[in-house]
């Protein structure tokens, strides 16, 4: 039995303390938090109020700008034929277009096929293939779209504006790709307080814009929740070591998170000091309950550790009343397999006394005694063996892991359990193969193997080609054993409830129910697993798999 003061018991204190600290706790959290939360709220849902309305100004501005861009590249590749725009029109639409500002970096005609037939901007993109990119799928897929930002063939952080324009039997496409320097700087445009920032994270939590404290185009960002949401979200959340309160909208298309974020300590520094007297009083008030949390809890701790001392005796009992039961299943086969020997016994015994009856013994007569003795040696040979089995299984309840062979100890189980079969008309075979020893306890495994081959041999009896097989294997770093019978198989109903005590299927005054439910037990306290496959008419195998080394188990008082 474990003592009270292990790390299982230690472990059980903490937690009872931490738990009765908690409901104790809740009181002077409930008075303190809602002195706090009158002061903490209203600055709260004003500073949240501020951010909301200041993200969805400016996302109806970035909104505003990327419909802008787009329209007019959609506006322009249906403005014009492909043959217009390589012929010239193109650069004049470009020379056009980046008046504004320096909007667009550069512009270009993909057709069908994906060769780039059209270009005009500072990289070498001509006659490049765009087939196999992801965008090109998309905009031939969607007819219009805009782009995360990505590398592409000219290794630069960028997005494009895509427009399908079906022509004839096929189509082309005019790209634009739009300035990040210039996009970054409309988004970062939003600035509040001291840390304030704003920046766009992409659907995969990738920046599409570079923020001013951390990170770059392209990096991960860190940002945990990139579930859609509408409207305007505000939380608090920890990113590299500092928490933040993020104001986040997702803009319609492309489908990105425009985010605004502002240190909280730059947020809510005023809170500071009005929050240091609540604390100042919480932590008084949870010195008292902790006093009391240790006492309550050590007294709680004492009761389960008396509670498991009852639960180990109870176990126990059951183990025994198992054994019991098994060593019952087997007394009637062996009493008829003990029967037989002792029957020639007597046989013999009685021819040897009419042959030195009648005065002196002859040569030929001394033979048939000598013959007759060696004949009962051999019977009470048998005899012994099988009653060694029986008292074997029956006596050793000592649980103590040790190294051993399981083979000879499921070889000595089937001889044991083979006179009981051969009396129930059923074949019991052993395929043993070569496996490592195991430390495990023997009593324990002989106490499973035994209750499922009695099961077995039960599942079987009076059938006439009644077979029931065990199997031991290695299996990666432990053994397997199976124990297979061709019986009736286990109704898919019962299947879920095998392994609960006091259930069985067998007819009233056959079973306990507590043999497989011990098995259960026993094979878990050894470190292993223990499941069942069965068919309805085909039989029925049990798996026992063990590791190499068994944690430890109880032996019994």
């Not at 303190?32 to 400016?58: D, K, M, P, T, W």
């Not at 004839?168 to 790209?175: E, K, N, S, V």
């Not at 933040?244 to 425009?258: D, H």
């Not at 389960?304 to 180990?312: L, M």
């Amino acid at each position: 039995m474990r003592d009270p003061t292990d790390a299982a018991y230690r472990g059980l204190f903490r937690a009872l303390v931490g738990r009765m600290v908690l409901v104790s706790l809740l009181p002077l959290l409930a008075i303190g938090g809602a002195n706090y939360c009158l002061f903490y709220e209203l600055n709260r849902s004003i500073v949240i109020e501020q951010h909301a309305n200041s993200l969805r100004y400016h996302r109806e501005s970035v909104e505003a700008f990327l419909d802008s861009v787009t329209a007019e590249v959609s506006t322009l590749a249906h403005q014009y034929s492909l043959d217009e725009l390589k012929s010239g029109s193109l650069e004049r639409v470009f020379r056009v277009i980046q008046q504004q500002a320096g909007v667009f970096t550069d512009i270009g005609i993909i057709d069908s096929r994906g060769n780039h037939v059209k270009y005009i901007g500072p990289y070498d993109l001509a006659n490049r293939n765009y087939r196999e990119t992801e965008w090109f799928a998309r905009v031939v897929d969607k007819g219009l779209f805009v782009s995360d930002v990505f590398l592409g063939f000219r290794g630069v952080p960028h997005f494009v504006i895509a427009v399908k324009r079906p022509e004839g039997d096929g189509f082309w496409i005019l790209r634009a790709t739009v300035s990040t320097d210039y996009f970054g700087k409309l988004v970062d445009a939003a600035r509040m307080g001291r840390t304030g920032e704003a920046f766009i994270i992409n659907s995969d939590g990738f920046y599409q814009t570079k923020p001013r404290s951390a990170g770059d185009i392209m990096t991960p960002s860190g940002f945990p929740d990139l579930t859609p949401h509408d409207d305007i979200q505000v939380s608090e959340l920890d990113i590299d070591g500092k928490t933040y309160l993020y104001t986040t909208t997702w803009l319609s298309n492309p489908a990105w998170l425009l985010a605004f974020r502002q240190e909280v300590g730059d947020v809510y520094s005023p809170l500071r000091k009005a929050s240091l007297l609540g604390v100042l009083m919480f932590l008084a008030g949870a010195a008292g309950a902790m006093v009391l949390a240790v006492a309550v809890a050590r007294r709680q701790v004492r009761v389960i550790a008396r509670a498991d001392r009852e639960k180990a005796a109870m176990m126990q009992r059951l183990l025994a009343a198992g054994r019991t039961a098994a060593v019952g299943e087997m007394s009637a086969g062996l009493a008829h397999e003990i029967n037989n020997p002792l029957a020639t016994i007597d046989t013999l015994q009685t021819w040897i006394r009419d042959l030195t009856e009648g005065g002196a013994v002859d040569e030929e007569a001394r033979k048939e005694v000598v013959e007759s003795a060696r004949k009962i040696g051999e019977q009470v040979e048998r005899c012994k063996t099988i009653t060694q089995g029986l008292l074997k299984f029956s006596r050793r309840i000592e649980s103590k892991p040790e190294e051993l062979d399981l083979n000879l100890l499921l070889g000595e189980l089937t001889t044991m359990a083979r006179t009981r079969a051969r009396v129930e008309g059923v074949t019991l075979q052993a395929d043993l193969r070569p496996v490592p020893s195991i430390v495990s306890s023997p009593s324990h495994l002989q106490q499973v193997f035994v209750n499922l081959v009695n099961n077995a041999i039960d599942a079987v009896a009076g059938k006439g080609d009644g077979t029931v097989l065990i199997r031991s294997r290695p299996e990666g770093d432990g053994v397997r054993v199976e124990v297979t019978d061709n019986g009736c198989g286990i109704p898919t109903e019962h299947m879920s409830r095998i392994f609960l005590p006091f259930f069985t299927t067998k007819p009233v005054g056959k079973g306990t129910g507590l043999g497989l439910a011990i098995c259960y037990g026993l094979v878990h306290d050894l470190g292993g697993t223990i499941h069942v496959d069965s068919s309805v008419g085909v039989g029925t195998t049990f798996t026992v798999s063990l590791p190499l080394k068994a944690p430890p188990a109880r032996s019994v008082e």
